[in-house]
């Protein structure tokens, strides 16, 4: 279990070397695999966001992309027509926005369980999703266009330019990073340790006079804002928000990352969300049949892993280990 | 809205609740009973719609391809018993979601290699083929009210084998306690295959039967799926009565969502906002009975 | 060596094909392939389509000798499985990992739409073979995006140009999907219609797209009784419509009208339950010219299939891109060039000639079908040369 989860110091450092890695990618790699790259690290961050309630509280929700997609259009909505918003205003307020729904809905489901909780999850995002397809509040169901990426400008001072790809890229690598530690912090600190007795047992946690109902919705608000810094990266990245992004399909595909990476982990979702990722693209170039490929391959590793791939990553080191005995 | 046309409306909506239920049918028995989630409950529905075209086209007849069709089905469901799903059983519940996502997409392929994706039409069976006038501009088909009459036929099948048979008794008792089931000998293996072929079997035959008055097309599975589990759910985990009277509520929600007029402080709700009247639906009634109407308490 | 007289062309040939820093651009221009992307649907209820606008964009490729000006195509291909998230993505997978020189795409009006963000930004030439979103000839024109096809608002104007003319037809209710196609399908038909006098609209009913429980909205119709129906549906909600408009009874006393996209590719299976429907369509079985039955001979030798609009529409679209490169002998580096012809480009299709509106959308004829057994045969032409939405031509603001 050591080797999945980075022990103190040697989990930070694993990490560092990784991000120092990434980032020579815009230095070697041409647009189109920046653009891919960042966009692995932004599903990276959505996965992560989701495992907080899937893997580490037991909460399994089905409408996350609600959050993700909200924040999106927070800001396609925020920025004026032909002008570029502010990114210092503007993110913060788009996760601001995130957290303040996920406040809503969370004190509502929370006090939910199992297949119900899951249920009435994907009920609100698919009213949310009907809301922006159905309606002129958020351009209807072709969405709406970012003519012009958001400014990081404070007075004269410009540290980064969201028009040019790179600094796109690095913005994901350097918010990647950030919530990896944040996240990972938070769950080793008193509170995250509450939250794992309430996966374990919730009735013991409430006998033991812990208030159970706030630390769920603390961490639903925690991974809704989350996801919502993946659902902003993702407006920027692409210019355009469109009502997919809070729909059923997208809540199900990071749900299939996160169990297939390894669930309670932080590195697994991450490891799900990369490897989802560069299958699709890999298998699609194969065949015209790929969903086959990818539905085959889906199938065999829900049944041989039963811990998702981190698991598989266990058990290799657990072998390796064995054998240096 | 005139009461004649209410009447008939009634009828539209409860024809189309009870259509839910066969389709959601097999739902309630596989994740109801024996606690499986099976996401390609709709990739079924679909493999039924294609099954009874393709094969009434060859055999010439949809009456006689009908109960090919229905065999196949069975062996398919226990084929895929056998060969993925019995692994599932003792993991978490989202390993079966994994699992059988993976599995959407593989049945969504095999369709395009097997059927191509052209967007295909069945044409209604005689002696079914013709309407019944209503009034002076609108007729009904006797299809549907075919079709509704069979979807009672299942409902009170359904409920009579699990409740009053010794079979259901069986599966009661394994859906509580597996193993204490098997240490009295019985075998629930063989049991859980049973059950999951025919919860199969039952979406696929939902397939067929509609598949006269739906079309026939590529992505029809996916429709389906979400308001299958909506159906499951708000009926109650596990009951062939609440899944029923769920059914019925969603067909006449959805269908009166459609056609009548609401506006609440100047915000037009009905008919624009139709598409969300089934979670609307869904999490009140989950909020009031957080178990569904008729399921246990967790 | 030293000796070998210099030998400009192999000069060019050989640097290019070496590919050395400054000379790649210039050679491959002249002489090397031209990388044209088409991002289309090859899964899904669209993928018949996507095959049909290829086979005829290569058909036409094929008739020039398989060289447009000299220059060989190759192709680069992207199944955008008729998902508008994907779009962005997918779109670059052309236009910034392959680095096509022309793109061909789309028919999923919300793909096409995430398409253009990415090909307005880039300067790519864009040819858009189906998608008949409104903004693509409206605000969101540009010098660098073509439509070979349609807009939708054009069959519905189309369609109520006809029914103005019938006195007989004096209330009609419209029933569409509640999305952006949708409504611009009964926005064309209202323009039209209502613009002669005496002619009313008693309701519009909208379903959520993509909903095909149907039986709600016609008992409703059924008791409003209009003089005719308005509806478009298209694929696999058309077929299943017109069945459902035929068992309540409809289809006997409440004559149904709608785009040919309720009727185009649907026919067959449906009994004949549709017999006497009629759509307006810039195309249609029947168009008796020595060009159109050409064509179809020659795209049923190739293909094994008969063709359809879609066909037409990747058919005229390499005839379009033709005429750009016949203007600068195929030197794709002059692009303003290319698309100045383009612009002027008169197309000699099958479905009748047809030229660019300023917002580089179709001027094209309209024709009125009638179902007439599985075909929707042209009766008579319903309006010549219909450029597009007056609204959408006020907003287009192309530059130059």
């Known amino acids: 279990m050591s080797a999945t989860r980075g022990n103190g110091w040697t989990g930070v450092l694993a990490l560092a070397l990784i991000a120092l890695v990434l980032a020579f990618v815009p230095l070697v790699a041409e647009k189109f695999y920046v653009q891919f790259f960042a966009k692995i690290l932004i599903m990276a961050i959505f996965a992560m966001s989701l495992d907080l309630l899937l893997g580490y509280t037991g909460l399994v929700s089905f409408g996350h992309a609600a959050f993700y997609g909200v924040a999106g259009y927070a800001l396609a909505l925020i920025t004026p027509q032909y002008q570029a918003a502010n990114f210092w205003t503007s993110f913060p307020l788009a996760i601001a926005v995130s957290a303040l729904l996920a406040f809503a809905i969370g004190f509502v489901v929370v006090r939910m369980q199992g297949i119900y909780f899951i249920m009435v999850t994907l009920a609100f995002a698919q009213m949310l999703f009907f809301l922006f397809y159905d309606t002129k509040i958020g351009g209807g169901n072709d969405g709406i266009y970012i003519d012009l990426r958001p400014v990081a400008r404070i007075g004269d001072w410009?540290?980064?330019?969201?028009?040019?790809?790179?600094?796109?890229?690095?913005?994901?690598?350097?918010?990647?990073?950030?919530?990896?530690?944040?996240?990972?912090?938070?769950?080793?600190?008193?509170?995250?340790?509450?939250?794992?007795?309430?996966?374990?047992?919730e009735h013991r946690m409430q006998s033991l006079g812990y208030g159970t109902f706030w630390y769920k919705l603390a961490c639903f608000v925690l991974a809704g804002a989350t996801a919502g810094v993946a659902g902003y990266l993702a407006a920027v990245q692409f210019g355009v928000v469109n009502p997919e992004m809070l729909g059923w399909h997208l809540s199900g595909a990071v749900m299939m990352m996160v169990i297939l990476g390894g669930m309670g982990t932080l590195t697994g979702p991450v490891l799900g969300a990369t490897v989802w990722m560069l299958l699709e693209l890999w298998f699609q170039d194969i065949t015209k049949h790929w969903h086959l490929l990818m539905g085959a391959f889906i199938v065999l590793t829900a049944i041989l892993l039963p811990n998702g791939l981190i698991g598989l990553y266990g058990s290799l080191a657990r072998r390796l280990a064995r054998n240096h005995d | 809205m005139d009461f004649h046309i209410f009447l008939i409306q009634l009828l539209n909506g409860v024809q189309y609740g009870l259509l839910l239920f066969l389709v959601a049918s097999g739902l309630t028995l596989?994740?109801?009973?024996?606690?499986?989630i099976n996401v390609a409950h709709g990739s079924f529905y679909m493999i039924g719609a294609y099954l009874a075209w393709s094969l009434a086209a060859q055999v010439g007849s949809f009456w006689l391809a009908l109960p090919v069709a229905i065999a196949l089905s069975v062996l398919i469901g226990l084929a895929l018993e056998w060969l993925v799903v019995r692994w599932l059983y003792k993991r978490d519940h989202l390993y079966q979601v994994l699992c059988t996502y993976g599995l959407i997409l593989v049945f969504e392929e095999l369709r395009s290699v097997l059927w191509g994706d052209d967007v295909r039409s069945l044409p209604i069976p005689a002696p079914f083929n013709y309407s019944i006038p209503l009034t002076d501009t609108l007729s009904y088909p006797v299809y549907r009210l075919w079709i509704s009459a069979v979807c009672l036929a299942v409902a009170f099948g359904l409920y009579f084998v699990i409740q009053k048979t010794r079979l259901g008794m069986m599966i009661r008792a394994g859906a509580t306690d597996r193993d204490m089931v098997q240490s009295l000998g019985i075998n629930i293996q063989l049991i859980y295959r049973i059950v999951f072929a025919a919860g199969i079997a039952l979406a696929a035959f939902a397939g067929m039967i509609a598949a006269p008055i739906s079309a026939v097309a590529p992505g029809m599975g996916n429709h389906v799926l979400i308001i299958c589990f909506v159906v499951v759910v708000i009926g109650g985990l596990g009951s062939v009565k609440g899944a029923l009277i769920a059914s019925l509520m969603i067909g006449l929600v959805d269908t009166f969502g459609k056609v009548v007029h609401l506006e609440l402080g100047g915000v037009k709700l009905l008919p624009e906002l139709s598409s969300m009247t089934v979670y609307v639906l869904m999490a009140g009634i989950l909020l009031w009975r957080p178990a569904g109407l008729f399921g246990k308490k967790l | 060596m030293s000796n070998q007289v210099f030998d400009r062309r192999k000069f060019l040939a050989t640097s290019g094909a070496a590919g050395l820093a400054g000379f790649p651009a210039i050679a491959r221009a002249q002489t090397a392939k031209i990388k044209v992307g088409l991002m289309l649907p090859y899964t899904g209820t669209f993928a018949p389509l996507g095959v049909a606008i290829e086979n005829g964009f290569r058909l036409a490729l094929q008739e020039a000798g398989g060289k447009f000006s000299g220059r060989e195509i190759e192709f680069f291909k992207v199944d955008d499985e008729s998902d508008p998230a994907k779009a962005t993505d997918n779109v670059n997978k052309l236009v910034t990992r392959d680095k096509v020189d022309m793109l061909l795409g789309t028919v999923h009006s919300g793909v096409a739409a995430g398409m253009i963000r990415v090909t307005r930004e880039a300067g790519v030439l864009h040819i858009i073979p189906n998608a008949g979103l409104a903004p693509v000839a409206g605000p969101l024109c540009a010098p660098n995006i073509f439509r070979a096809s349609f807009s939708n608002w054009q069959s519905g104007f189309a369609m109520g140009t006809v029914l103005a003319k019938r006195p007989a037809v004096k209330n009609v209710v419209t029933l569409a999907w509640r999305y952006a196609a949708g409504e611009e399908f009964v926005k064309g038909f209202k323009d039209a219609f209502l613009k002669a006098g005496g002619k009313t609209i008693a309701k519009e009913l909208w379903i959520p797209f993509p909903n095909v429980e149907f039986q709600a909205l016609l008992t409703e119709i059924a008791s409003i009784k209009p003089d005719a129906t308005y509806a478009f549906f298209a694929g696999a909600g058309a077929g299943k419509f017109l069945k459902d408009y035929a068992q309540a009874g409809l289809m006997k006393s409440i004559p149904l009208v709608g785009p040919g996209f309720l009727t185009d590719g649907v026919l067959e299976g449906l009994g004949g339950v549709a017999e006497g429907v009629e759509t307006t369509l810039h195309y249609g079985d029947g168009i008796e010219s020595p060009r159109n039955n050409a064509f179809r001979l020659a795209y049923a030798k190739t293909y094994k299939l008969q063709p359809d609009v879609y066909a037409v529409a990747g058919y005229d679209s390499g005839l379009l891109y033709s005429a750009g490169l016949a203007a600068?002998?195929?030197?794709?580096?002059?692009?303003?060039?290319?698309?100045?012809a383009m612009e002027r480009a008169k197309i000699d299709s099958p479905r009748g000639a047809w030229t660019l509106s300023k917002a580089h959308n179709p001027i094209q004829d309209h024709y009125l079908r009638r179902?007439?057994?599985?075909?929707?045969?042209?009766?008579?032409?319903?309006?010549?040369?219909?450029?597009?939405?007056?609204?959408?031509?006020?907003?287009?603001?192309?530059?130059?």
């Open chain 1, 158 to 201: 410009q540290p980064f330019n969201l028009d040019n790809f790179a600094h796109v890229y690095y913005l994901a690598l350097a918010l990647f990073v950030l919530v990896f530690l944040l996240l990972r912090m938070v769950l080793a600190s008193p509170f995250g340790r509450v939250i794992a007795g309430i996966k374990a047992n």
């Open chain 2, 30 to 36: 596989v994740f109801g009973i024996m606690g499986i």
């Open chain 3, 328 to 340: 600068v002998k195929g030197d794709i580096s002059k692009k303003a060039d290319i698309i100045k």
């Open chain 3, 371 to 400: 179902v007439t057994g599985n075909q929707n045969r042209v009766v008579e032409v319903a309006i010549k040369a219909l450029d597009d939405d007056p609204a959408m031509i006020a907003a287009c603001k192309m530059p130059g």
